[in-house]
């Protein structure tokens, strides 16, 4: 049973550029949530998916949207990329059948702006 | 609006008990989960309190005392292994959004 995967592992940008991360949920999971995490700092909301739809967000500007595939997977997208966007960004997938207290997280994208 | 208060760096022996505590403040309470995280790696779910009293899993118990918004993690038999960061998580409202904090870095020595 795989688990919730990620791509890039690691990514290195210039400022002003656009990015996009891609995560597949762990199976039987229908929604997707994204985080940032910068470093010494706990993971940050920026925004959940489920039927396709943002259905929560976080305190993130317009810059970071998302969508999500009728298979659950989900990108991530961030434009105009700012020197403060390096940092770990997290999927985590949950179902809601659970009350969702139980999200799984995969490994991560490491973005570093330069 | 939510705050959360943990000690930031715990350290303990190997094969000692520890214990590391949580308060909370936010609304629309549901309850409280505990997540570990290994520098470099995923945030790991360990367990979930929605109700008053201990959950045991394995050598982890947590705790949760919803008229005093606080909880703890009690970590058993330390192993050298259990040296990461560790979230306490309150869940809010009917969503899946999880607000961390800092969190808590436990050290575990020889």
């Known amino acids: 049973d795989a688990g919730v995967t990620q791509s890039p592992t690691h990514l290195i940008k210039t400022r002003g550029q656009q990015v996009t991360l891609r995560c597949s949920p762990k199976?039987?999971?229908?929604?997707v949530s994204w985080y940032q995490q910068a470093l010494g700092q706990g993971p940050q909301f920026i925004f959940q998916?489920?039927?396709?739809?943002?259905?929560q967000r976080g305190n993130f500007p317009d810059r970071f949207s998302g969508h999500q595939f009728p298979n659950y997977s989900s990108e991530l997208n961030v434009n105009a990329l700012l020197l403060g966007d390096s940092a770990l960004y997290l999927c985590a997938s949950s179902t809601p059948g659970t009350g969702g207290e139980t999200q799984y997280f995969g490994p991560g994208t490491r973005l570093l702006v330069l | 609006g939510q705050s959360l208060e943990q000690p930031s760096e715990v350290t303990a022996v190997e094969g000692a008990i520890v214990q590391i505590n949580c308060t909370y403040q936010?609304?629309?309470?549901?309850?409280l989960s505990w997540y570990q995280q290994h520098d470099g790696g995923a945030p790991t779910f360990l367990s979930y309190?929605?109700?008053?009293g201990l959950e045991e899993t394995g050598r982890f118990s947590s705790f949760l005392s919803r008229s005093d918004s606080y909880g703890y993690l009690l970590l058993q038999e330390l192993q050298m292994k259990d040296s990461a960061s560790y979230f306490c998580v309150p869940r809010q409202g009917g969503g899946n959004k999880l607000t961390f904090g800092t969190g808590t870095q436990l050290k575990v020595e020889l």
């Open positions: 199976s039987g999971h229908d929604t």
């Open positions: 309190n929605a109700l008053d």
């Open positions: 936010t609304s629309g309470f549901y309850g």
């Open positions: 998916y489920y039927e396709e739809e943002e259905r």
